[in-house]
């Protein structure tokens, strides 16, 4: 990376400055800012890349890269229009995104178009507005060559691996196979959550609900244990034991505590945590997250304004907000909420130990424009994100919500046993709604509605019954797209710029499945991922990939150096594939076809799971004797509304999921809201969820209830 002289011509006097930024879409809304002084043109995305036919990382030399121009998706033509922009234009400024790609897209700009790194030319801004860009193009710096290393031996990593892994398995495994760097240890993440689930084993254990009764009103308390502590029931034979025990015994109240209890806001979206919620909340891929975010934050036409940027950089993980924004939301919670909203002092949430800073968290640009003023500048996707972004921010502002807890304590003398049974119940009732009013977590009154009564300590309980419950502990949930990438940043794998191309590509390249919202591992992503394990266990170690995340970052910050991390990497990696290929020397590895239940209407023969360019389908094992195939046909919970036919899941051309009655040419029955295992109590029909309400679709019954909302528990080359 030699510092490139400057050769641009003298510009023409009365020259305008030209800024260049990645993507085209910015183009209207910096255009608006800057004025007619500059001209903004786009090097849509990077402008040379290392080349697709060959490997292009000269290993023995230093790991030097060798970038092209791609000639087949029309860079040569955009770089045919800046060098003629740029020699013509009075100062050529580089703006492209505020992170590692960002800077390196910079320095390549400045390579092609003969400008020095080392002079003023490097733009950034965190925020398509105004102050952001004017602020921007008024203090520019150098390109930070640290970043430029950092993200030179990321894509160098990534194409060694993809390169090399790649071949073997063609030769192992199939035809075809690529693997990936930092997407093989995501795969192994959720094969290992498969082997988790397949080799769980439940026990079973014993639930007992006490029912008092007072004043005709009911109320519960759970079987706690007694004086010594919580006591486990873990049979039938101990249950009966306990009820023996507790016949004709006399119920009293022992304690009463009440207490208040806070619970803060959570801090304004990262990355990640924004395609977590987005995830849970609204049902998007991590890759539609950031694809409608992308919009929100390069501008968007709003009515009366012109082209907007709404939000700010949407690849970040950072929990900051500069003080003008703080400030501003000070005075707008104040202002329409009201001065006990806001907090005595200014909320500041620290960012991890990982973080990299040099951005804000994602936050709206102007909180004034609030979801319901933009309503209708924006799709359907674009508000429901933004709303879910706004809300956020605005609400980790806000006061705390408060809460008034009640803890009572029933105690009962066993009859046999002569033991002190506790059981106990609690009540929670919501006394300052803070930032709930924005932006609930579903701690409120309904999450409790079975409300304690006026309880004192010593008086008597009126037992009417006694409810035990057997249970089995439950195995460890699948990984859903958004809980995966909160796994991937927990284990350092990855950066916000990486998360949701992670995801979509192990989708992408059949090694994993969507089953409804839950991931699980293909044939093909079992077999590629034992074969990487056994053969390259860096590779696919959360470890080993973690710690070098950190030494991108090392460089990223100047206490690494790029030829020093290539040759830590590639020495092991080598030696690991020399080995593999002389171990599996003429081995072939088989990955089996997944066997159905469905019975093949031609032959008798049990169908199996094969995969096309468009999605999985059955076929008959037997081919090509028997060559019949089938349409995967998944049944919803539930039954049709209209008809009471089944409902099936089905997949719009746009790929989005939706629920159709099995008569669709008689019934017409469809919607994009989930079938739910629940029945409505007026007419018995299924009841459907869409976020926290459930409802039924039978025309004319309306009925409809607000349930606690469900939380999670919670690309590389190829040759």
């Known amino acids: 990376m030699a510092t490139v002289k400057s050769t641009s011509k003298e510009p023409a006097r009365g020259a305008k400055n030209l800024l260049i930024i990645e993507s085209p879409n910015k183009i209207k809304s910096i255009k608006k800012i800057l004025g007619s002084k500059y001209e903004v043109l786009s090097s849509k995305g990077h402008i040379r890349d290392l080349p697709s036919s060959r490997l292009g990382v000269d290993i023995e030399n230093g790991f030097e890269p060798e970038y092209v121009v791609s000639r087949k998706d029309g860079k040569s033509t955009v770089l045919k229009e800046l060098k003629t922009a740029a020699e013509s234009a009075k100062k050529v400024y580089l703006a492209t995104d505020p992170d590692r790609e960002g800077e390196a897209i910079a320095w390549h700009l400045a390579t092609l178009l003969g400008l020095n790194p080392d002079d003023n030319i490097r733009v950034t801004f965190n925020e398509v507005t105004k102050s952001a860009v004017t602020a921007g193009v008024e203090h520019p710096g150098k390109i930070n060559m640290n970043r430029v290393s950092a993200q030179q031996a990321r894509r160098v990593l990534d194409r060694i691996v993809g390169y090399k892994l790649s071949p073997f398995l063609w030769k192992k495994v199939k035809t075809g196979l690529s693997a990936g760097r930092v997407q093989s240890v995501a795969t192994k993440l959720i094969v290992d959550r498969e082997r988790e689930i397949e080799a769980f084993v439940a026990d079973e254990y014993w639930t007992l609900k006490a029912v008092f009764t007072k004043a005709a009103k009911e109320w519960t308390a759970n079987f706690y244990g007694d004086k010594d502590g919580k006591t486990a029931i873990n049979n039938k034979e101990a249950m009966d034991a306990l009820l023996d025990d507790l016949r004709e015994a006399e119920y ?12 803060n806001p959570k801090p304004p979206f990262t990355t990640s945590a924004l395609q977590q919620e987005a995830s849970s909340r ?12 992308q919009n929100l934050y390069e501008g968007i036409e709003v009515k009366g304004k012109g082209a907007v940027g709404l939000i700010t950089y949407m690849r970040t ?24 909203y806001y907090p005595p002092f200014r909320r500041v949430y620290k960012s991890k130990n990982n973080a990299q800073d040099a951005h804000e968290a994602i936050r709206p640009t102007d909180v004034t424009l609030t979801p319901q003023i933009l309503k209708e500048s924006l799709t359907n996707e674009q508000y429901r994100l933004y709303k879910l972004i706004w809300e956020r921010f605005v609400s980790s502002q806000m006061a705390s919500a408060v809460y008034e807890v009640t803890d009572v304590d029933v105690a009962a003398e066993g009859k046999i046993t002569k033991k002190e049974y506790i059981f106990k119940a609690s009540d929670k009732k919501s006394v300052f709604g803070g930032f709930t009013e924005v932006y ?17 300590k010593g008086e008597k309980a009126e037992l009417k019954e006694l409810n035990p419950e057997q249970k089995f502990t439950q195995p460890p949930s699948r990984y859903t797209e958004g809980s995966l990438v909160k796994a991937l940043e927990e284990d350092g794998i990855g950066r916000p710029s990486t998360f949701a191309t992670i995801v979509s590509t192990i989708i992408d390249r059949r090694y994993v499945e969507k089953d409804g919202r839950n991931l699980r591992p293909t044939s093909l992503g079992n077999v590629t991922t034992d074969v990487l394990t056994e053969n390259f266990r860096n590779i696919v170690d959360v470890g080993f990939t973690a710690g070098m995340e950190s030494e991108l970052d090392g460089i990223e910050e100047g206490k690494k150096n790029y030829l020093d991390t290539m040759n830590g990497f590639y020495g092991d990696f080598e030696a690991e594939l020399k080995e593999a290929e002389k171990k599996l020397n003429g081995v ?7 066997e159905s239940d469905v019975i093949c209407d031609k032959c008798g023969a049990k169908m199996v799971y094969k995969v096309s360019r468009f999605g999985r389908f059955l076929a008959c094992p037997n081919y ?4 019949n195939t089938k349409a995967i ?18 997949r719009s051309k746009a790929g989005k999921t939706y629920y159709a009655c099995e008569r669709a040419s008689e019934c017409g029955f469809m919607t994009w809201d989930l079938p739910t295992k629940e029945r409505c109590p007026k007419c018995g029909s299924t009841l459907f969820r869409k976020f926290n309400r459930l ?16 939380r999670e528990k919670s690309g590389d080359d190829k040759k």
């Open 588 to 594: 072939k590895v088989t990955v089996p076809d997944e």
């Open 624 to 627: 090509p004797t028997c060559k």
């Open 317 to 340: 993980d950072s929990q900051r907000v500069s003080d003008e924004a703080a400030y501003a939301a000070k005075d707008f919670i104040v202002k329409n909420y009201g001065a006990e």
């Open 633 to 650: 046909v998944v049944e919803a919970d539930g039954t049709c509304p209209e008809c009471g036919g089944k409902i099936l899941v089905r």
């Open 252 to 263: 009293t109240v022992v304690s009463v505590e009440k207490h208040e209890d806070k619970t």
């Open 440 to 456: 609930g977590y579903g701690d409120d009154d309904e999450k409790l509605p079975k409300r304690l009564p006026s309880l004192a």
């Open 282 to 293: 609204l049902r998007f891929s991590p890759s539609r997250t950031m694809s409608v975010a």
């Open 695 to 710: 409802y039924c679709q039978k025309a004319s019954c309306g009925y409809e209830t607000r349930v606690e909302r469900t």
